[in-house]
C-alpha cells in the first residue's frame, strides 16, 4: 500500500538484473520483499542489451574474465550459482537461445523475454514493484527505514542493486556508492569501462578518414590482449576488441592493434603474382580495405611499387600493419559505456553473502560492486550470481 510507512523483510533498491534476480531468490525463501526503482520500466539495460537479445551469460565464467582490486572476490558466488544454473532457468521459462563466438548466450528472440522471466518470477514469489518512486533519505539497520515518493519503507534486510553510472540516459546515477559511503564502506575509483577508446587531432587526422571500416584485429595495452573485430569511429576506434580493452587501459597508455590478426603481410605481399608493378598501396589494397591499405603504406613510409622493395621495406610494412601504435587520450565517457569500473571495496563485502562486514543486513550485488567482466556475458552473470548469494540469505 503506498502511502504512510510499511514494513517488508527485504527491500531492493534498483530494478535491473541484479535487483530483480534477488528480489526473487529472496522471494522464493517466503520473504516479503520489495524492488523500489526510479525508472518507468524495469530491466532497461536488459532490454537494450546485445542488440536488443541480452547476452545473458557466458559459457564459462573464470576468475581471470572479471577485474577487481581483489580478482578472487568474484569465485565464491560464481561457483555457486554457475552460468549453466541460469541457463537451466532460462529453459524452464521457455526462452529459446543460441551460442555465438567465444562462449557469447543471446536469445534467439527479444530481450524482453528475460525481463519477462524475472518480473513473472517476482510476481510468483509475491514481490511488490515500486516504479517511477525516488528513494530519499535512509536509515538503520535494526530496522533499515527508506524515505521514498511512494511512501516510507521498512525492512529487516536492505539490498543495494543500482548499478553504476553507465549510460546515464538509462536512468544510471551514483547512487549505491552514495548509501555505500553513508554506512561507511569503501569505494575503489570509478570510471568508464567496455567503451570507445578516443584520440587526439594528430591521429584523427589519419584514423577519422576510415569512420565505418571493420577490421578483424588484435589490441594489447601492456601484457593483455583481445582478439575481436574492431571500428574505426570519427573520434577514435570502437568494436568489441576496443571495448575490451578499454578496462585495461588508461591515461598515457599506448595501445598496438594488429590490422591483419593471424596473417603475414609480408609473405602475402611476396606472394602476389603479377603485381610488382602494383603502387605499393594498390598491392595493399588486394590484402587489406582500401582505406586501411592507405593507412599501412603511410604508416610504413614507403612509395613506388612493390617490385621496387626490398626485404627491410617489405618488413616495415608488416610492421605498419602488424604493430600499429598509438595512444588514445581518452574514451567516450559514461554516456556510451557498457559498465562502470570500480565501486563498492570489495574488502568492505563478504565474499559469500554479499552483506556488508559491519552493518548487518546491508548488501551489494551487480555492478554497484567492484567486479567488472569483460565483454561477452560475463557481467550479466556476476549480475545473477551475486544476486542469488545474498538472496539466499538477505
Not at 541484479?18 to 532497461?44: C, K, L, Q, S
Not at 569512420?211 to 568489441?240: N, Q, W, Y
Amino acid at each position: 500500500m503506498r502511502g504512510g510507512m510499511t514494513r517488508y523483510d527485504v527491500a531492493i533498491i534498483g530494478a535491473g538484473a541484479a535487483g530483480m534476480f534477488a528480489a526473487v531468490e529472496a522471494g522464493r525463501r517466503g520473504r516479503r520483499v520489495i524492488v523500489v526503482d526510479h525508472a518507468a520500466r524495469p530491466g532497461e539495460k536488459i532490454r537494450i542489451s546485445g542488440g536488443g537479445r541480452c547476452n545473458f551469460t557466458n559459457r564459462e565464467a573464470p576468475a581471470d574474465r572479471f577485474l577487481s582490486q581483489n580478482t578472487r572476490f568474484a569465485l565464491s558466488a560464481l561457483r555457486r550459482f554457475t552460468p549453466q544454473d541460469f541457463v537451466e532457468r532460462v529453459g524452464r521459462a521457455g526462452i529459446a537461445w543460441h551460442e555465438k563466438t567465444l562462449g557469447q548466450l543471446f536469445c534467439d528472440g527479444s530481450a524482453k523475454q528475460i525481463v519477462a522471466m524475472l518480473t513473472e518470477d517476482m510476481r510468483a514469489t509475491g514481490c511488490e514493484l515500486w516504479l517511477s518512486t525516488t528513494v530519499g533519505r535512509i536509515s538503520g539497520p535494526g530496522p533499515f527505514r527508506i524515505e521514498t515518493s511512494g511512501g516510507v519503507i521498512e525492512a529487516t534486510s536492505l539490498i543495494v542493486a543500482t548499478g553504476g553510472k553507465s549510460i546515464p540516459k538509462m536512468g544510471a546515477t551514483g547512487l549505491g556508492y552514495q548509501i555505500a559511503q553513508q554506512f561507511g564502506l569503501r569505494l575503489t575509483p570509478t570510471r568508464p569501462a567496455l567503451v570507445a577508446l578516443t584520440f587526439g587531432p594528430q591521429d584523427l587526422a589519419r584514423t577519422a578518414p576510415l569512420a565505418g571500416v571493420a577490421v578483424e584485429a588484435r589490441v594489447t595495452c601492456g601484457k593483455i590482449g583481445f582478439d575481436e573485430g574492431m571500428l574505426f569511429t570519427h573520434r577514435g576506434l570502437s568494436g568489441p576488441s576496443i571495448l575490451q580493452i578499454s578496462s585495461y587501459w588508461r591515461e598515457g597508455d599506448m595501445i598496438t592493434v594488429d590490422l591483419a590478426r593471424g596473417r603475414d603481410i609480408a609473405a602475402e605481399l611476396r606472394s602476389l603474382t603479377g603485381a610488382g608493378k602494383l603502387a605499393i598501396r594498390n598491392a595493399l589494397a588486394r590484402l587489406l580495405p582500401e582505406r586501411v591499405a592507405a593507412l599501412v603504406a603511410e604508416g610504413a613510409s614507403v612509395s613506388g611499387t612493390l617490385g621496387d622493395q626490398s626485404k627491410a621495406s617489405l618488413a616495415r610494412i608488416a610492421d605498419a600493419a602488424h604493430r600499429w601504435q598509438l595512444r588514445p587520450v581518452g574514451t567516450e565517457g559514461y554516456r556510451t559505456a557498457e559498465v562502470t569500473l570500480g565501486g563498492v571495496d570489495t574488502d568492505d563485502l563478504d565474499a559469500r553473502t554479499l552483506q556488508a562486514r559491519n552493518v548487518p543486513g546491508l548488501y551489494f550485488v551487480g555492478e554497484v560492486v567492484d567486479v567488472t567482466g569483460w565483454l561477452g556475458g560475463y557481467n550479466f552473470q556476476w549480475a545473477w550470481s551475486s544476486a542469488w548469494a545474498a538472496g539466499q540469505v538477505a
